[in-house]
């Protein structure tokens, strides 16, 4: 005797909507062969020069192929700064459109390596030849592949990372020196002082060169009181900010990099009294790292 399986529909439709769910996470595949970790000069949201960095720059020299299908917008072929709110000097690059109004930037190019073809091209799929990384752009001396994608409507760049596949292990985040600076300037370093005066303070770790946190967290006393995220940098007033508590408030480079060695967690309000003042970093693959420093705030 047969009997229908009424569970087979409801399996297969989460089959589907599991697959789909993934199609639009990851929706760009690695644009280069390297893909492992350690396949980075610098990370989405690093220190840059003067501002913070909207690419992901690679560190091996090779052949660059398109991440998913597109449309040419762009094929630049020399040096130049005239591109609105692009904060660098792409080199020779190649800029593609893609669904949901974004766009991928394919920059430090090397001119002989570019194929002839590319500037007569309209659509372009995914996985097509597009050069091989150079140092035709800001990093002259290194050949890599600077790499970004742009939200063309908000005028956002996004980690290229949140968009990929992520495949091996993380670089490991370090905790660093807690350090923090009251209102008027004086920086107290909590490796071997735990009491201030009660007040405003900016909270900073030591920066790492190369591997970055998705995200920063500071909680007093157990509760979350500021959130950095890293997944995205928004355009304001010709400048790239980091967001923080979803977006309610944003940091300049200059608030996030005061100096070549810190790097800002948060900003918090020390009342009178005993406070757990808990900072955690965490990775893209949403690895924390935490420690909790108990403070006496008179």
């Not at 639009?24 to 913070?52: C, E, K, M």
């Not at 905790?175 to 107290?188: C, E, P, Q, S, V």
Request: hydrophobic share 35%; net charge negative.
């Amino acid at each position: 005797m047969k009997f229908k399986n009424h569970k087979l529909p409801f399996l297969i439709a989460i089959i589907v909507f599991i697959t789909i769910s993934c199609i639009s996470v990851f929706a760009f595949d690695w644009p280069q062969n390297s893909n492992s970790t350690d396949s980075f000069f610098s990370y989405f949201g690093q220190l840059r020069g003067n501002t913070l960095s909207s690419s992901l720059i690679f560190n091996q020299n090779e052949e660059i192929h398109a991440s998913d299908d597109g449309n040419m917008m762009i094929f630049i072929s020399e040096h130049t700064n005239d591109f609105g709110w692009f904060e660098s000097t792409l080199g020779n690059a190649i800029i593609m459109s893609h669904d949901d109004n974004l766009a991928t930037v394919y920059a430090n190019l090397d001119e002989e390596e570019i194929p002839q073809s590319i500037e007569t091209l309209s659509a372009i799929e995914k996985g097509t030849f597009l050069g091989v990384s150079g140092n035709s752009g800001w990093q002259d001396g290194s050949s890599c592949l600077e790499f970004q994608v742009i939200d063309r409507i908000k005028h956002s760049s996004i980690n290229p990372r949140i968009l990929m596949p992520r495949i091996g292990e993380e670089l490991p985040l370090d905790i660093g020196r807690i350090t923090l600076d009251d209102a008027n300037g004086t920086t107290h370093h909590l490796s071997n002082e735990r009491q201030l005066q009660s007040g405003y303070y900016s909270v900073y770790r030591t920066r790492q060169e190369v591997a970055m946190p998705a995200k920063t967290i500071i909680a007093l006393n157990g509760t979350t009181v500021e959130t950095i995220q890293y997944d995205t940098l928004k355009e304001s007033s010709g400048k790239l900010c980091a967001l923080a508590n979803n977006g309610s408030k944003m940091y300049s480079v200059e608030q996030i990099y005061p100096d070549n060695d810190r790097q800002l967690l948060g900003n918090v309000q020390l009342t009178r009294g005993h406070v757990a003042l808990t900072i955690t970093v965490v990775n893209i693959l949403n690895t924390a790292r935490t420690t909790t420093y108990n403070l006496e705030i008179n």
